[in-house]
């Protein structure tokens, strides 16, 4: 039986909820490559980072910073730990205003895998977008589904030619529904 996967979004329905805003650096600048986060593969050293709290509310699990960066708690971090080490990077964040520890979860694998058939609708960049250097690059991925056949053995991955989309595999799916993760929604690929 195949594996199945799933992507990993933020729910924002959450009444009450928190909204934290682009991480800074030591120096309370915003991080000078914000997108460094999501382009599936480590990110170099970081100095102290501070998320602040745009909107206060419930701290969640799990959580979208600005530019799409992935925010988890200490528990969150640990389930991925424990299933896929290999498959990520956690760098140590501070939340404003919260004295427990939380990371920026870095999926360092990025792979080519989706389906561009399956999938709801896919659209590329065309040359009348003005956007040279983008033709035949993804420009929209909608109801998205990948080919199980090309992800192997990752657990935690971006889906090359459109990272927005962090995947997780289904043990991971099961582990974070089992410590009762708040923030997270799933949507099978």
Known sequence: MPRRY???LDDVTLPG?????????????EV???WIFREGRPVPPQQALLVPVEHPGMSLGFSLA??????????????FSELAA??????????????EPYFILVATRLIRCIDDEASEEVIRWMPEDGRPERVGEYRDVDGMR??????GDARVFRTGGWSIALIVSEDIKLALERIRATGIRFTEV
């Open 32 to 34: 000078e490559d914000p």
């Open 146 to 151: 990948i080919d199980p056949a090309q992800v």
């Open 66 to 79: 600005g530019f799409s960066t992935p925010v988890v708690s200490a528990r969150v971090a640990a389930v």
């Open 17 to 29: 909820r928190w909204e934290l805003g682009i991480p800074l650096d030591a120096s309370g600048n």
């Open 6 to 8: 799933f992507r990993l």
């Open 86 to 99: 290999q498959d990520i990077q956690l760098v140590p964040v501070a939340v404003q205003g919260h004295a």
